[in-house]
């Protein structure tokens, strides 16, 4: 599908949503956005940057999944259950607790002896999920790193198809549609319950102005952290964004994938929703934040014991 077809069909679901009124204001809000000027500014920088050469893998083939956990019970059972269900059988499941609740932690420590369950536990709530995702990506053993949220819900096929696909088009990082999940508790969405987000082709002066990668679809190689790093515990909002727009600066391959590979559930408990209000401090901070790549000791901290 091309990118004017994709514009065609956001202003048509739009227009059914909200309205003629509603799509003036949207509009109105993007022509005016002033993240328009900021991303053509920050382009110009991009040319004489020398991307990264990327460490060997050890082409195993096993996929670590990465899920950081809070405070989630049955639909952490359900995210956890999409996981081990799934038609690709390389993978081991990496749970990071991060000072959860013991009704929490009775869910995880049921999987403790599954053979393909890794568990790693914080007593302490660092506030987002940085530090449980980057714990992950040093303990990976696998050679490609997913990421799922505690309440996401995986298709059966999805690391199948991911790991089909990021051997196929020789990419470092893949990524795919999804489908909504809303139960109607979120009044600032503009997602219908059962709407499919198809991803878009990628673009870096796209991502530079908005992160259209679902974080539950991703698959990367492992060696990719190994050349530009993890999240960065700075970025308590767009951390995700940040590390996306960092790859890309350093010359990481993206590819989508037109598979729907994950259900994500959008209600008012979204971390986001902490943050979402000082959106363009966070959209700042990341400017600064994504051409610097973090230091090694930032990832060797993680592996001390919890």
Not at 9 to 21: M, P, V
Not at 81 to 97: A, D, H, K, M, R
Not at 153 to 171: G, M, N, P
Not at 207 to 221: D, M, P
Request: charged residues 30%; hydrophobic residues 40%.
């Amino acid at each position: 599908m091309t990118d004017y077809r994709i514009l065609l069909n956001d202003i048509r679901d739009e227009l059914r949503r909200t309205g003629l009124s509603g799509l003036c204001r949207k509009a109105a809000a993007y022509l005016f956005d002033p993240r328009r000027a900021l991303a053509r500014s920050e382009l110009t920088g991009w040319g004489a940057i020398r991307p990264v050469e990327l460490p060997g893998g050890d082409g195993n083939g096993m996929v670590s999944v990465i899920m950081p956990v809070y405070d989630r019970t049955s639909e952490l059972r359900e995210a956890v259950e999409s996981i081990l269900n799934q038609s690709y059988c390389n993978f081991e499941l990496l749970l990071v607790t991060d000072g959860s609740p013991r009704e929490t932690l009775n869910v995880v420590e049921r999987y403790r002896d599954h053979q393909q369950v890794r568990l790693f536990h914080y007593r302490d709530n660092s506030g987002n999920a940085v530090r449980g995702r980057n714990r992950g990506i040093c303990e990976a053993r696998g050679e490609f790193i997913a990421f799922q949220d505690s309440d996401d819900l995986a298709e059966v096929d999805r690391l199948r198809i991911s790991v089909e696909c990021i051997r196929r088009y020789d990419a470092d990082i893949v990524y795919g549609g999804w489908r909504a999940l809303v139960d109607g508790s979120r009044l600032d969405t503009w997602l219908r319950d059962g709407q499919v987000v198809v991803p878009v082709r990628f673009a870096v002066s796209d991502l530079l102005r908005n992160n259209r990668i679902c974080q539950s679809t991703v698959l990367a190689r492992r060696n990719v952290f190994a050349a530009v790093g993890g999240y960065k515990d700075v970025m308590k909002f767009r951390e995700d964004h940040e590390l996306w727009l960092r790859a890309a600066f350093y010359g990481c391959r993206f590819k989508s994938i037109p598979n729907v590979l994950a259900s994500i559930r959008v209600h008012q408990g979204n971390h986001e929703r902490n943050y979402i209000d000082d959106d363009q401090f966070w959209y700042r901070l990341m400017l600064r934040e994504y051409r610097l790549k973090p230091g090694n000791a930032e990832f060797e901290n993680l592996l001390e014991k919890a």
